[in-house]
């Protein structure tokens, strides 16, 4: 970084430009109970699908237009239904993306904060008012019903607010005294060129949080979508520049794992934030901790990773907000979270009564296309549609299966599988050990508080976790001993809030980044502290 460079980040991050201060509020989710908001989602599905199908060109300067590879994403619900079909990038595509997204780097990061903050602005409020589109797009191309798609649309929507909010708020950052005869200035710089690799299953809202936390401090940012949802970031990209994003300073380049590797290698690339599973994002932070010819910075990872989340219900609780709370948590976008409630650990004072009401529940879900506003539809895709049923079988030769446990047959009818529930495993097996990533849910018995917390800490992971108690005894021990970066009570273990909830994990759930929290910009930026001595 060179010294002029360094004067035009501290000139663009002054407290003179700072924007008024305002009140953030999340972004209120729709009623679609309500006949005008229903047919306004219908009307906005059906402007969709005569969008589908489209070619996406790759657009990285002084590259081809066609690449010879394409990535095609298909409706889960109707998979012979093409979505959308992009260019594909290699790992030779890597080298002219980061070039692009680095000359751009200049001129974006020395432009004063509030313009940078503008930006993000306009396309949270042209966001708000296309929020049906982008919600339709969620439907067809990840599987959503009408109300998980809306609040993926409005946690876009927030995690924009918000982060222009907190960027705004980083420009009259101080240091914590004056020492006597200085002026003591502590200024947030940008990093430079990123790399985001966003989630298929908030493939709007996480894609939407990781880019302009970047772009908002100041970094290009080099983006890899996930292959499962490729036309909603196209969507987003084209939103960016629509609201004045420069060229190239997000550089969207749709690609697999060869593209990945190279993008996150690269020696130009300061950082890198992904959301994902646990293997990919240890695969990612082993490559960016190595040091290649020309890297003159230590790589920074900023991940989310898996979870095994568990909600305790003691035999004190109230068992139906309890079981409906699991459910919820357990069957939301057929329990394709991160933050999805995998395992229930239940009293066995109250076990067998607290499985009948979970039974009751699951048989009244409806499964169907999401299209049509059914609240169980798909798993995303084939390879999750058979590593789902696998985990099943495998469940049912040393368990019981109480609830579901089938599937339709895929390829023309979509990757259904019924939301399931098993009882009798233990706690070490493998169904309450690896993350499944779908419609799963295991029962597990404890016979005290202390029990309960053994079996829930019991794994590698530490992302969400709940407890039902009417026991302030009992909340207070869960607050010092549930290892869990987002911790609820009495309520379901999903649906974390912008601004209330920051949200990240322990173990390894990931890097805790804590995203939708006061101190996540600072990840994507470094700190300088600057002591003038007075005459």
Known sequence: MTVSRIVYDIASMTPSQ?????????????????????????????????????????????????TGQTIVSVNPSSPPQIIGEHDAADASDAAPAVAAAAAAWPAWSMKPMEERVAILRRTAEKLRQRKMEFSAWLVVETGKNWAEADADT??????????????????????????????????????????????????????????????????????????????IAAQFHALLLECGLSANVV?????????????VQHPDVKFIAFTGSKKVGLHIHSKAASVHAGQIAIKRTILELGGKDAIIVEADADLESAASGVVASAFGFNGQKCSACSRV?????????????????????????????????????????ERVLGYIRDAASRGTIV????AKEAQKNGYYIEPTIVSGLSP?????????????????RSTDFDDALRIANDTEYGLTGSVYTSSEEKLEQAT???????????????????????????????????????????????????ARKLD
């Not at 979970?358 to 879900?365: D, I, N, P």
């Open 18 to 66: 700072a924007l008024p201060e305002s009140v953030f509020s999340n972004e209120p989710f729709c009623d679609f109970q309500d006949p005008a908001t229903a047919a306004s989602m219908r009307k906005a599905l059906a402007d969709v699908a005569v969008q589908l199908g489209q070619h996406y060109p790759l657009e990285i300067p002084g590259r081809p237009v066609k």
């Open 154 to 231: 409005a946690e876009a929507i927030d995690f924009l607010e918000y982060y222009a909010f907190q960027a705004m708020k980083l420009t009259t950052a101080e240091p914590s005294i004056q020492y006597p005869g200085e002026k003591n200035t502590l200024v947030y710089l940008s990093l430079g060129v990123g790399a985001v690799i966003p989630p298929w299953n908030f493939p709007l809202a996480i894609m939407a949080g990781m880019t302009c936390a970047a772009i908002a401090t100041g970094n290009t940012v080099v983006l890899k979508p996930s292959p499962l949802a490729p036309t």
């Open 251 to 263: 550089m969207l380049v749709q690609g697999g794992p060869d593209f990945g590797d190279a993008l």
């Open 345 to 385: 650990i239940v009293n066995e004072a109250v076990h067998d009564a607290f499985v009948s009401r979970l039974q009751q529940k699951v048989a009244q879900l409806a499964q169907g296309d999401p299209r049509e506003n059914y609240a169980v539809g798909p798993v995303i895709n084939d390879v999750a549609y």
């Open 403 to 406: 609830a579901g446990g089938n």
């Open 428 to 444: 070490r097996d493998r169904l309450c050990q690896e993350e499944i990533f779908g419609p799963v849910l295991a029962v597990l």
């Open 480 to 530: 010092r001993h549930f290892h869990v970066g987002n911790l609820y009570f009495n309520r379901k273990c999903t649906g974390a809030m912008v601004g209330a909830h920051p949200f990240g994990g322990f173990k390894l759930s990931g890097t805790d980044s804590k995203a939708g929290g006061p101190d996540y910009l600072l990840l994507f930026t470094q700190a300088k502290s600057i």
